[in-house]
C-alpha cells in the first residue's frame, strides 16, 4: 500500500514532495493514536530500510514533538516498538516516537557471523572503512535523513526532538546528542554502552567500521564525549545493578564524566534490575516525563 | 528547665534512667509535633553537647522512625533546624529528625583559627592525635552516645534509623552509613564531600586529627568506602552544577564508585543550584520521601 493513499491512521501530511515513496508495512490503532511501521529507500544506508512510529492522537491536529528511541544489538525497528512499553506514556504526553532499525540490512548488505558486527549492530556511526562503508551509515540516517522524511511525511516537529535508547542504542543516543548540538533538547539512556573506547563492545565495532586510528573514534565514545563535550540539556541514565553486562557498559566512566563536568544529569543505579526490556519498561514512564519536560518547555 | 517536670511538648518516655539529665533549651509546636533544642553531658565529647530534634505528633502515640540530618562546616545544631525545611516533610511522614551539632564547643575545647578545623569542624571522626583527642569524638557521639540517649529520652524507633547531611555532614552521614553496618536503613546526602583524602576539605583535617598514616584516613573517605565496603540500602546524592565548592566535594569519585560497585544508588547533578541551603531545601521533600520509603519498609 502507498501512502498516496491516504490512511486515516497515518495522520500523515496532505502533500508529498514529487518523487517521494514510502511503503506501509502496518498501521495498527494504538492508545487513541497509531503505531505504524514504515519502508523507504535510504540514502543513507544504500537499501531499504525500516522503522517504526507512533503518532499520538495530538498528530491529527498538528505537528507533536518526537522522542527517538534507539535500540540495541541484534534489535530491529520492532523490539522497543512490542516490548519497552513506551506507547502508553508517550500517548499521555502527546509524544511521537521513532523507532528505527539498528542497521542496514538485506541479502546484499555485508554482514558477520558474529552477532555484534554486522547486521543488527551498526553501533550508530558512519563506517569508512570497506567493506562496510558501503552500506552501514547509521549516524547520518539516524541525524539526517530519517528525520527529515519524517517531517515532510507525517505531523512531527523537527524543532522538538529528543533521544533515547537501549545499551547499544543509549550509546548511540548520548553520542548522538552530544555530537549534534541543537538538534535534541534532552537525552536518556537505559543501560546504555558508555565507554566503547575501553570495551569489548566498542573495540571491535570501531576497528571495524572506523579503522585503527583512535581519534575518530572519540566522537562516538560517550564518556569521553561527556568529559570533553557534555550536553545542553538535561541527561538521565539508568542502569541495573543486576545488568549482566556491567563489565561492558561501564556505567561508572559515564558517572565520574557527568559529575566532573557538573553535567545537569541523573544517573541511577536501579536495585535489581539487569539488561532485559522488564527493566526498560519499568523505568519508561519516567524516561518519557523526563524527555516531555524538555519537549514542552517554552 | 529540668527534663524531670514532663513537658507535653517533648513527647518523652515516662521513665529516665536514674542519674539521667538533659537540659531542655527550647520547645516549639512545629507542624503538629514539637521542635526541640536539648543540651546534655556528652561521655564521647568530654562536656556539653547541644542538639535539636523534631518529633512527629505520631510520637505522642508510640516510638517513630528517625533521620539524622548532619551539618556542615561552621554550622551548628540549628542551621538545619531553621533553614532547611525538613520539619514539614518529616511531620508528613511521622519521622522524627535529630540535627545534632558539628563538634565539641566551649572554652575548654582546642580550637583553631581557621573556619574548617576545630569547632565547627569534627568531620565526624574520632580523634586520635592531640590536642583534638580530647573532646573531637563525633564518630562514637553521633552512631552511639547521642542514639542510645534519644531511645531512652524520647519516643523514638533505634531499629529504624536513616541518616542524611550536607557538605561535611554529607561526608559524615556516607562513611557512618557504611562504617556502621546495620544501622541505618538508607543514606542520602547534599552536596557532600566525596573524596576527602583527595580534598583539602579532609587532608588538612585528617592530619590534624587522625596523624600521618593514611590507612587510618580510608574509613572516612565515601569514595573510598563506597568502593570497598558499599552500603546494603538504598543511595541518594544530590548536588548542585553551580556549586562553588565542587572541586572540594569531588562528586565524580563517588559518582565513579556508585556505578562501579553497582550499588543501589542514585547520583543527581542538579542544574544551576548551588552549596546553600537553598539548595537543600529545594530537595528535601524527596530525600525525606525516600528514607521514609526505607523506614517504613517491611
Request: aromatic share 12%; net charge negative; with cysteine.
Amino acid at each position: 500500500m502507498a501512502l498516496a493513499n491516504r490512511s486515516e491512521l497515518s495522520f500523515h501530511q496532505v502533500t508529498f514532495a514529487k518523487g517521494f515513496s514510502m511503503e506501509i508495512k502496518s498501521e495498527n490503532a494504538c492508545f487513541g493514536g497509531a503505531q505504524g511501521v514504515y519502508a523507504h529507500a535510504s540514502e543513507a544506508c544504500g537499501g531499504e530500510m525500516t522503522f517504526g512510529l507512533f503518532l499520538p492522537e495530538e498528530a491529527k491536529l498538528g505537528p507533536v514533538p518526537v522522542l527517538w528511541y534507539l535500540s540495541g544489538l541484534t534489535c530491529t525497528h520492532e523490539n522497543a516498538m512490542t516490548k519497552a512499553g513506551a506507547q502508553a506514556w508517550a500517548a499521555q504526553e502527546g509524544i511521537a516516537l521513532v523507532f528505527p532499525d539498528t542497521s542496514p540490512r538485506g541479502a546484499d548488505v555485508v554482514d558477520d557471523a558474529a552477532y555484534d558486527l554486522g547486521q543488527g549492530a551498526g553501533f550508530y556511526v558512519n563506517a569508512i572503512q570497506p567493506p562496510w562503508d558501503r552500506h552501514f551509515r547509521m549516524w547520518d540516517y539516524i541525524a539526517e535523513e530519517l528525520p527529515a522524511l519524517l517531517g515532510r511525511a507525517f505531523a512531527v516537529d523537527l524543532e522538538r526532538q529528543s533521544i533515547t535508547g537501549h545499551s547499544m542504542g543509549g550509546h548511540g543516543a548520548l553520542t548522538l546528542a552530544m555530537g549534534r548540538p541543537g538538534q535534541y533538547r534532552s537525552v536518556s539512556a537505559f543501560s546504555p554502552i558508555c565507554n566503547p573506547m575501553g570495551s569489548d563492545w566498542g573495540q571491535k565495532q570501531f576497528t571495524s567500521y572506523l579503522g585503527d586510528d583512535q581519534s575518530l573514534w572519540k566522537p562516538h565514545d560517550a564518556s569521553h564525549q561527556m568529559q570533553e563535550v557534555g550536553f545542553d540539556g538535561p541527561v538521565l541514565i539508568d542502569t541495573g545493578t543486576q545488568d549482566q553486562f556491567l563489565d561492558l557498559l561501564k556505567p561508572e566512566t559515564l558517572a565520574f564524566a557527568i559529575a566532573k563536568r557538573r553535567q545537569d544529569g541523573h544517573l541511577r543505579m536501579q536495585k535489581g534490575y539487569d539488561h532485559s526490556y522488564f527493566f526498560v519498561s519499568s523505568f519508561m514512564e519516567d524516561h518519557i516525563a523526563f524527555h516531555a519536560e524538555a519537549l514542552y518547555a517554552e
